[in-house]
């Protein structure tokens, strides 16, 4: 573990990921400290262009877009925190049972995950936001029901290839019991493919939360989302410039962060693609 | 030799089998699921149907009418008898058949996937095999950071940029929507081929203006995985044992790479080609929103918006129908490359 960690220091990539990172999780943790209201209404400061007084400029109620970002950096962690938990926690154990035996069982339940990852996202999510209003919780519900097939049908390919090695067939000889060959020898092999799709599979939620909010699913103002404040900037373009520029770039930075730090720690933990950068 | 290409094709028509048997269940899945949660939706249908201002006794009439009285099941057991019989129900909000709807829709929104895609692939792939023959060099890193800068941005975001730079700025290009002016008629519904088969060459212009933004959006997104798809899969057949055997051999590097390494790797890029296509489809979906596309996804999101239940589960269907479509395509097209079997 401290040869990992040292590698990690090492490590461009990763290192750059994990900068990234870690700014998104310090604005989110700081933002309490914030002494401005976001819901604020201002008319006299209404979509001023950056100055040293707003960095990125202020937005149509004349809010400082900076501290709309970094009350939003929470919110978008939370959401992809909670849908990669439940991705995680749904996709992992189907994965295991699916690769491990097989029957029509295992068959069966690929399939679901099939149907599951057929579903378009933002169908689901606008039918979701129907019964449930727009919210956070129909957002975590719409992505945690279509993105637990990535785990699961990750963790059912490298189950399935490992099915066979000789450490696994010598395990189920001797007579261990299924669920504790799952456990102990099946699921520590694959623990590093599952690390590395979970680094990603972060950035991928919040590309997608960010997409549901943009087309107004998500939580309702004055709740600061970053995918709403570019929606709302549409009406105020091309005059006001700077209004969707810092969300997106907020975005950007952040998903670029979990990519970096997932495709860093792959190259880390399988050496075979490893390479300089 | 021939006993081989039997055991290829046997394995191809077991594959091809397997699929075709799992894809009436997976649809029916598909259906059930968006089946119970319209239902859910806590707005009434029938009330939608008859109208604003229609009263009780007619809004009762319409519930009969459509069998919204019935039970769930029920209703579900003959909603898709009549999908059986091609026949998907009427749409509450244009008062068309919803197959009607779907078959106006279904080309704007091809033609903006397959543009993509091909834009995708002709700009990914090549690149991708580049930077993996040339690993590490300064190629390599370009397109690794190209790749992984473009997967990080969001479709909304550079749509909206786009639009921006090109049309509100420069004024290159229009700002949304598929044509100026009146469509030529629709003899394939892919707008760019029927105004070429109009003979009106300022339509196909304005119909390939129109195309530009929207399609170059989805490439972006889809060019960045392929790119990554070629790459690493040019390394791994790279790295294998095969191709340092034939090294050592003695065989020049040219015939290596074209005989064996281009084709392995792109195998794989296959796979993920056709992947891609079917999660264009969806990103598609946000993408005709911002440009006004009138394709599948604005009518999704206007038949979700009006609690139109009949065109949701239509919409669903046929995007299901078509994502498993292009993976079986992909199955087959896999298996012609690479005849190795079993994907």
Known sequence: ?277 | MRMRAEGVMSTWLSLVTNRLIWLPPTLLGLLAFVFVLSRVVPVDPAVLAAGENATASQVEEVRQRFGLDQSLPLQFIHYLRDVLHGDLGTSFYTRQPIVHDLIVRIPATLELALVAVLLAALFGIPLGVLAGLNRNSWLDHAVRLFSVFSLALASFWIALQLQFLFSMKLGWLPLSGRIDGFAPDAVTGFVVLDAVIAGDGELVVSALQHLVLPAATLALLTAATLLRFARNSVINVSTSPAVAYQSAMGLPRRVIVWKYILRMALSATVTQLGLSLGFLLTGSLVVETIFDWPGLGGYAVQSILYSDYNAIMGVTLCVGALFAGFNLLVDILQLAIDPRGEA
């Not at chain 1, 007084?53 to 709309?68: K, P, Q, V, Y």
């Not at chain 1, 699961?152 to 450490?167: H, M, P, Q």
């Not at chain 1, 995918?227 to 520029?245: F, K, N, Q, T, V």
């Open chain 1, 1 to 277: 573990m401290n040869r990992l960690f040292r590698r990690v220091l090492r490590d461009r990539t990763t290192m750059a990921g994990l900068i990234l990172l870690s700014f998104v999780l310090l604005a989110a943790l700081s933002a309490p400290l914030l002494s401005i209201d976001p819901a604020e209404v201002r008319i006299d400061r209404r979509l001023m262009p950056p100055s040293s007084d707003a960095w990125f400029g202020t937005d149509r109620l004349g809010s400082d877009i900076f501290t709309s970002i970094v009350l939003g950096a929470g919110i978008t962690l939370l959401i992809a925190g909670i849908t990669v938990a439940i991705g995680v926690l749904i996709g992992v154990p189907i994965g295991l049972v699916a690769g491990y035996y097989r029957n029509w069982f295992s068959d069966a339940l690929m399939r679901i995950a099939d149907i599951a990852l057929a579903i378009p996202q933002i169908v689901l999510a606008i039918a979701l936001t129907q019964a449930f209003g727009p919210s956070i919780k129909s957002v975590v519900l719409a992505l945690s029901l279509t993105y637990w097939p990535l785990w699961a049908r990750l963790v059912y390919a490298e189950t399935r290839s490992i099915r066979n090695e000789i450490f696994i067939e010598s395990a189920v000889a001797l007579g261990v019991p299924a669920r504790r060959v799952m456990v102990l020898h099946i699921l520590p092999s694959v623990a590093s493919s599952i690390v590395v799709r979970t680094s990603i599979g972060v950035g991928v939620t919040i590309l997608a939360a960010t997409t549901l909010s943009f087309l107004g699913l998500g939580a309702p103002p004055p709740t600061p989302e970053w995918g709403r404040m570019i929606a709302e900037s549409r009406e105020y373009l091309p005059e006001a410039w700077w209004y969707p520029l810092a969300p997106g770039m907020a975005i950007f930075l952040t998903v670029l962060g979990c990519y970096l730090f997932g495709d860093g720690l792959r190259d880390i933990l399988d050496p075979r693609t490893r390479e300089t950068l």
